[in-house]
């Protein structure tokens, strides 16, 4: 995996005002956001994965977050995106709306950058302030410095 979770994110695959407020059109966005990325080779499968992963387990985690993410042979190696939105989108198993959304993809040999990944997203995120600064944020390349503080 890359040295951090900022390495992985670009401002390309952020998203400041989701449009879509079901689960299932915001992972589209999301997912969208790879079209130019030569590592995720089939969108449609990658967004299948997210839908299918999430109705096994949520992957709401509290504070307004989720982490979708599928360990899939639709991309060739760990992607991260990042979408926000201030009118929150419906999970299916959340009665609250989740505002800030994290989808990760990793091949499927790659358990540990996986768990790593996710495990780091959740300790950046698992503070409301830290939550809070990334709703304020004004444009992806701050979104991805309040990340890095």
Do not use: W
């Not at 760990?78 to 009665?95: D, K, M, N, T």
């Not at 600064?133 to 992806?140: D, E, G, H, I, Y």
């Amino acid at each position: 995996m890359a040295g951090s979770l900022t390495d992985l994110l670009s401002e390309k695959q952020i998203t400041l005002d989701l449009q879509d407020h079901t689960q299932a059109g915001a992972l589209r966005e999301l997912v969208d956001l790879f079209a130019a990325n030569p590592c995720v080779h089939d969108l449609d499968g990658f967004h299948e994965a997210l839908l299918s992963r999430e109705k096994v387990n949520s992957t709401v985690v509290g504070n307004g977050v989720a982490f979708p993410h599928a360990r899939t042979d639709c991309v060739d190696k760990i992607v991260l995106a990042a979408g926000r939105s201030i009118q929150g989108v419906r999970f299916e198993s959340s009665p609250d709306p989740v505002h800030l959304i994290f989808v990760i993809g990793t091949p499927k040999a790659l358990i540990s950058d996986y768990l790593v990944c996710v495990g780091a997203l959740a300790r950046t995120v698992k503070k409301k302030e830290t939550c809070d600064r990334l709703m304020q944020a004004k444009t992806p390349a701050e979104f991805i410095q309040l990340l890095k503080a």
